[in-house]
């Protein structure tokens, strides 16, 4: 700790006597300063011993001795200095009386004890304290280093905990916490997960105190807490908070920092290893895609543990501007993620990854351009994390607003239904169909499952198909609308019946005679046959697609 009061008076060389406050001598001293100024108030920061001869003062007047020690105290002096034999004999008793009216400790300087030798004492007391500091941080980091190495996260926040004589917490790329330590301090941590999302929407390195209400009964409520981003990346990927009672001093100081290197050097992989794991994770699924899952086992070893084997689905998402995206990030933040931009694909990956990490099960996530495929345990969190994503989106977006429309910040997601190795082709091409079928109805996320549930019909809600259906039966509809007859709703009868005549006649209230003449005059309009099952299809389907609602 810094020099005191007392620890001066104590020293031996310096021979000083406490005339007044001795009940204030465990103040420390952060300066010694000489002034002989009538008012060196405005020179003084806080924390200063003021040595004085009152060359200038009438230290015998007991009106401006008050004054003047009450404006000491104001300025943060924690103590005066009088040095006596020099322009007074001793110290005069108005001083005295001052000092002890404002609980100012004064202290009487023999003439024997010059200012300089108290000016060296104090520096070297502090040079001694800080030398200590740095000392015990080192101590700090070696220890924090050795748990790091050995227990993990969770070891080094263990030891931070202890060096600061507080709590630790570990926060995830999403906010939530990873880590605490000690166990109680889970409660405190959950509740600054909005403070963390504010701090990670700002550049890294990033930092910010937050007050709390701690007290003897409720440890967890700490002070003071520090909230520190991680990460190399203009978008920090993870945070550190530490809560303590007071403000750290300069060794736990220094166990913080060393905290946030070895953490940062934990949860950041260097770019060169990211990139080398993007080309396996890449390798490892186009021997998937080719009917190679023994060689992507090979591969991959002990890499994603047993996703590779284990039923999972595959989901593929795209957002038009990513790879634009992604290219302006780069030139301009270096981050070759795009993190900066906030694209709605590095969004998905860290909301996948964290869901992930936190149930402990792999996820493989290949970035392709203006898409990224993931391959997940099926009915695990990461591919909850992903639908629960993909509808947040979409409600949060206003009802007016279709993703068909081309909106930039869109994010389509097609997710297959559950599969293994052996059918990670046919995984991958029923993804592919759920995004196309998303991208047309404007959806945020379809799941093939449901699709295949449900009824070809909704599919030909398509603006395409629409097209097709109403220029296949125009001309049915021109002849109608001369009052030439009814052939559009005759061929849907006949269609409705199986080509069955009287059924349809009945249906339609006319001679079946007539209905075979009307069928004769759709296979002219038209110039097709009714007797081909491919034209049948075609017709009825568009007769559905240009029904009303």
């Known amino acids: 700790m810094p020099p005191t009061l007392a620890s001066l008076v104590h020293h031996s060389a310096l021979k000083l006597t406490v005339r007044a406050g001795e009940d204030r001598l465990d103040v420390p001293v952060r300066w010694a300063h000489v002034s002989e100024l009538a008012d060196p108030v405005p020179y003084m920061e806080g924390g200063e011993l003021l040595l004085i001869t009152a060359l200038k003062l009438d230290a015998e007047d007991p009106e401006v001795m008050h004054r003047y020690v009450k404006r000491l105290v104001g300025a943060g002096v924690v103590s005066l200095g009088f040095a006596v034999g020099v322009n007074y004999d001793d110290i005069p008793q108005a001083l005295v009386e001052a000092a002890r ?13 010059p200012f300089l030798a108290i000016s060296k004492a104090v520096s070297a007391a502090i040079a001694a304290d800080q030398y200590r500091a740095v000392t015990a941080g080192f101590a700090a980091q070696r220890e924090l280093t050795r748990r790091a190495l050995t227990e993990g996260p969770e070891g ?23 880590a605490t330590a000690p166990e109680w301090a889970g409660r405190r941590a959950a509740r600054l997960t909005a403070d963390v999302q504010r701090l990670r929407e700002r550049p890294a390195p990033a930092s910010s105190v937050v007050g709390g209400t701690g007290n003897a009964e409720h440890p967890e409520n700490a002070d003071r807490v520090e909230l520190h981003s991680l990460g ?25 920092h060393s905290a946030i290197a070895l953490l940062t050097l934990t949860t950041e992989r260097s770019r060169s290893l990211h990139e080398a794991g993007l080309r396996i994770d890449g390798a490892v699924l186009r021997m998937l895609l080719a009917g190679e899952p023994d060689h992507a086992r090979t591969v991959a070893g002990d890499l994603y543990g047993g996703l590779l084997d284990a039923p999972f689905r595959i989901a593929v998402a795209e957002s038009p501007t990513a790879r634009t995206r992604a290219s302006t990030a780069l030139q301009t933040t270096g981050d070759p993620g795009g993190e900066a931009g906030g694209d709605p694909l590095g969004t998905l990956t860290e909301v996948v990854e964290s869901a992930a990490a936190r149930a402990g099960e792999a996820v493989l996530v290949v970035p392709e351009g203006e898409r990224l495929v993931m391959l997940a345990t099926d009915g695990g969190a990461a591919v909850a994390a992903c639908v629960e994503h993909a509808s947040a989106l979409e409600a949060a977006r ?76 125009r001309a049915l509809h021109d002849h109608d609308a001369t009052g030439r007859g009814d052939l559009v709703a005759s061929l849907r009868a006949w269609l409705s019946r199986h080509g069955q005549w009287d059924a349809a006649a ?17 296979e002219e309009i038209l110039g097709r046959s009714l007797d081909d099952p491919d034209v049948r299809m075609e017709l009825w389907l568009a007769l559905k697609a240009t029904a009303p609602d």
Do not use: N
């Not at 945070?239 to 001093?249: F, I, K, N, Y």
């Not at 009945?506 to 759709?522: C, I, N, P, Q, S």
């Open 101 to 113: 009216q404002e609980g100012l400790p004064l202290l009487e300087v023999p003439r024997r004890t």
């Open 156 to 178: 080094l926040l263990a030891a931070l905990a202890a060096q600061v004589d507080g709590w630790a917490a570990l926060y995830d790329a999403s906010g939530a916490v990873v």
């Open 232 to 256: 190399t990346s203009r978008r920090p990927r993870s945070a550190l908070a530490v809560g303590t009672a007071a403000a750290p001093g300069t060794a736990e100081r220094y166990a913080v």
């Open 398 to 473: 206003p009802a007016s607003e279709s993703l068909a429309g081309g909106d930039e910040e869109s994010l389509v997601v097609g997710l297959s239904a559950p599969s293994g190795p052996i059918a990670a082709s046919a995984a991958y091409k029923q993804a592919e169909q759920a995004l196309s079928v998303a991208r047309r109805r404007g959806r945020v996320c379809v799941e093939h499952e449901h699709l295949a549930a449900g009824s070809v019909l909704p599919l030909l809600a398509d603006d395409a198909v629409r097209a097709f259906a109403d220029g296949l039966l």
């Open 506 to 522: 009945a249906d339609l209230g006319v001679h079946r005679h007539t209905l075979r003449y009307r069928m004769r005059r759709v």
